[in-house]
Structures are given as C-alpha cells and as structure tokens.
C-alpha cells in the first residue's frame, strides 16, 4: 500500500528536471534586455557634449527607459502568466531591436527630441526581468524558489556589461557599430529562446484578462509591502547603475574617465549581482524579513558614508561596493518573501507590479540627483540625504511586516 502511494505521488509530481538549463538560459536572455536597457548611461557623455546637454537634459535621458521599463513590467508579468515566458522572452528581446537602431539614429543626427522618444520605447528591454519571474518559480519547489529566484536575477549583470563593454565598443567600433552589435545580439537571444526555452510542467496558463489579474494584484497587501521594499533595493540598484558614470566623473572630474567610470559602474553591479542569489539563498535559510533588515541597514549607512563625498580611492571604491552588496542581498530576500506569501495563480502579477515598482524607484533619484545638484560646491549632498531618509523609514516598515519563512510555505 505503501509502495503504491509512493509511486503515484511519483506520477503526479511534474518533472521539473532540466530545470537549471532553463534557468541559466532565462538569465542569459534577462541579461541582454538588461544591456539595452542600459544602453545610454555608459556614453551619456557622448550625447551630452555632441548635443551641448544641460544638467537636466542629462537626468531626463538617462530616466526616460527606466520609467517605461518599470510601467512595463507590470503588463509582462501579467502577459506571461497568460501566454508563457518562451513567447514572452521572444516577444521583448525582438521588440527591443527597433529601440536600439532608433537611439542610434537619435544620436547620429543630434535630436535630442528624438532621443528621449527613444529612449521611451528602449524601456520594453528592461520590462524582460517580470518575464523570468514566474518563470523561475515555476521550474522549483517552493523550498528552493529564493534560489530560483536569485540565479535569474543574475541577469542583472547586463548593466554591468553595459557600463564596462559600451564604451570600449563605442572606442572600438564606432557609434553604429555598436548599436549594430547589440541589436545582432538581442536577435541572437530571441532565437534560442524561441528554440531551447520550453515551459515548466508545473505551469498553467491563465486564462484570466489582463486588467482584472493585474487589479488582483493590487488589491493583495503583499504587493504594496513587497513593492516598497524592492522600490528602495532595486530602485536604488538600477538609480546608482545608471546616474554612477555622470557623478563619478562630475564629483571626481580628474580621477575618473568614460571608461574609468564604466568599469567603476560595472563592479557595482557586478556586486550586486552576485550578492542577489546569496540574499536569495539566505531567505530560504533564515528567512526574508531578517535578510531585508540587514539590506536596509546596510543601504542606509553607506549612503551616509557616500553623502559625506570622500577622496576618490579605495574608500569610495568599498563603500560602493559594499552598497551594491546590500541592495543585491535585499532584492534576493523580496522575491524570496513574495513566492510563499502569494497564491500561486496571482505569482506573475504580483512579480510584475513589484518589478515595476523596483524600476519606479530607480527612476526618481536621477531626477532628484540632478535637480539638487549644488555647482558652486560641486554636490549631490542633498539628494543622497534624501536617500539616508528614505531607506530609514523603509528600514522601519520592514521591522513592522509579518516575518516568512520560504521553506515554510506560509
């Protein structure tokens, strides 16, 4: 009897083998959404000086793909709930070619009119991170999901390629070879996703309308509690990932170069990156809440540490690193919160809206950084301050959440 239970318990649990390939291969392909996404902070400069760029030129540049990248996921999170990650991967990284050959073109006739609207439309590209989400978590147990979760968000490391290879590309290549290149490469990564990725067997589709799924999300706490934290640990990742390059070689003007600034750029998200599936892993062991406690703080005093603009050296150099670190160790511990709090059906919506609240607050700060921007004492004092104060309080609405454990299922 025994034998005969274990045996159909056997049949009915999906074959989830194969799922590390499918995993790795999602990564590869968040990873080149991710550069192109990217694809204007690593040579703001070039624009900046062929276009004579006022400060808050610069700051709407780099913010316009963050903005539609952010409002974006909220649309493909639902979508792939619906029609699966293998369409939905193809569907961004084709999309997103057009947006990169039309920057490049904004660029070469000098339209700075032109650039913002592409800019706007190079947001699809980093709509492709809630694509992989319930993709993921699809793919492994709800025990192991924190895991999941922080090796795809690995995908990340697209910025960092961004910020080191662009501009050596750009120096190499010549400015339409480059964007040449990138656009080679999205179409590369859509066909062998089209032909390698395949669906978990534990997914189903939902049949359920866009609207009404994406309104469910919303009306979940989970969601608004999830989107805050990970507006603060992703927004702050994707802010200092783009606006890094303009204020190390605003701050340190004769230190830092394009490609000085690029590599500087690239080891932060290197480091965050890395520090992502550890956050992840570490939820699953002692929970979520704890890791995200011990990302805030971190975040908070080394924003503090940053705001008092120390020489350019390995100080700077640490604290950035050590920044990134944190925020990578939140991120890991949001999404690792979010897959045992959520009804399994509403995981892609939700994974979406708070994706998109992550790109949100990545949108801001660049503003703000430019806005408060002090010349006579050449600062950005302020808008890191503004920081400080605001991981503070997200410091404190974590400590206040109910705790998870994602092992636990509840």
Do not use: C
């Amino acid at each position: 009897m025994s034998a005969g239970s274990d045996a159909n318990t056997t049949v009915n649990e999906p074959d989830l083998r194969g799922g590390f390939f499918q995993l790795l291969l999602a990564t590869f392909a968040s990873a080149v959404g991710f550069w192109a996404w990217m694809l204007i902070s690593p040579i703001q400069r070039f624009y900046a000086e062929e276009m004579d760029l006022s400060e808050g030129q610069v700051s709407l540049m780099l913010a316009t793909p963050v903005l539609v990248g952010a409002i974006g996921r909220i649309f493909t999170g639902a979508l792939t709930d619906r029609f699966g990650a293998r369409k939905m991967f193809t569907a961004v990284l084709l999309a997103t070619i057009p947006a990169v050959l039309l920057v490049a073109l904004a660029g070469s006739i000098g339209s700075f009119a032109l650039l913002i609207i592409a800019g706007t439309y190079l947001g699809v590209g980093g709509s492709i991170f809630a694509v992989g989400v319930p993709f993921a978590s699809a793919w492994y147990p709800a025990n192991r999901r924190g895991f999941a979760n922080g090796i795809f968000g690995m995908g990340m490391i697209g910025t960092a390629i961004s910020a080191f290879q662009t501009p050596r590309l750009l120096q190499d290549f010549g400015y339409w070879g480059t964007h040449l290149f990138l656009a080679g490469l999205l179409l590369a990564a859509a066909i062998l996703v089209w032909f390698l990725m395949r669906e978990s067997p534990a997914w189903k589709p939902s049949s359920q309308p866009l609207f009404p799924k994406v309104f469910g999300a919303l009306k979940l706490a989970i969601t608004w509690e999830m989107s805050f934290l990970y507006g603060i640990v992703f927004g702050g990742f994707v802010a200092f990932s783009t606006f890094l390059p303009k204020y190390l070689m605003t701050i340190y003007p004769e230190n830092v170069d394009p490609i000085g600034a690029g590599t500087r750029t690239a080891l932060f998200a290197v480091a965050a990156v890395i520090a992502r599936p550890v956050g992840g892993v570490l939820a699953d062991k002692f929970g979520p809440k704890v890791i995200a406690l011990i990302s805030l703080a971190g975040i908070v005093s080394l924003a503090y540490i940053v705001g008092q603009q120390p020489a350019e050296g390995i100080l700077t150099g640490v604290t950035f690193i050590l920044m990134a670190s944190a925020m990578g160790l939140g991120m890991g511990a949001v999404f690792a919160w979010i897959g045992p709090s959520t009804p399994p059906e509403k995981v892609g919506a939700v994974s979406g809206v708070v994706a998109a609240a992550g790109g949100l607050g990545g949108y801001f700060p660049p503003l703000a950084m430019g806005a408060t921007y002090h010349a006579e004492s050449n600062s950005y004092a302020l808008g890191l301050w503004l920081l400080v104060l605001v991981g503070t309080f997200a410091l404190v609405v974590a400590g206040m959440l109910r705790g998870t454990r994602a092992r636990d299922g509840k």
